[in-house]
């Protein structure tokens, strides 16, 4: 009886262990990781309406002392869905290479791909999808 109890009490520190072990290894996910799944899902789930462009940003942002400051590209937009009006920026910055930023301007037409569960996620590009329409 008493080597069950220790083996009981062995095999449950090593499973806790174990899963510290598995969470502390585990890799924190990035902001643009985050985007990037975010804009994946919606290539897969989103749904399409008309939308217009309204504006394209460009800023910089002070990254600290001593380091750089970073560059960011938003695209403003706006759409409908069962009469609300949602306006939305996405932040285009690592996506410049598939569209020129240049050539939207107030008013573009073009077309949204939105969450049907949350219509104010939404994206106008992605890696495989693009809505401007020129």
Partial sequence: M???KIYTIVLSV?????????LARRKTKTPDDIERERRQYLDQVGRITD???LDVQET???AGPGKDPKFHQLLLYQYEIAGVEYNCSQDVTYLRQWINLHSCRLGLLTSVKYDPQNPGN??????????LRN
Avoid: H, P, Q, R
Wanted: hydrophobic share 55%; proline share 0%.
């Fill in 2 to 4: 008493d080597f069950l």
């Fill in 14 to 22: 090593a499973a806790v262990a174990l899963a510290v072990f598995g």
């Fill in 51 to 53: 939308g217009s462009v």
């Fill in 60 to 62: 910089y942002v002070e």
């Fill in 122 to 131: 939404s994206i106008v590009i992605s890696e495989y999808w693009n809505g």
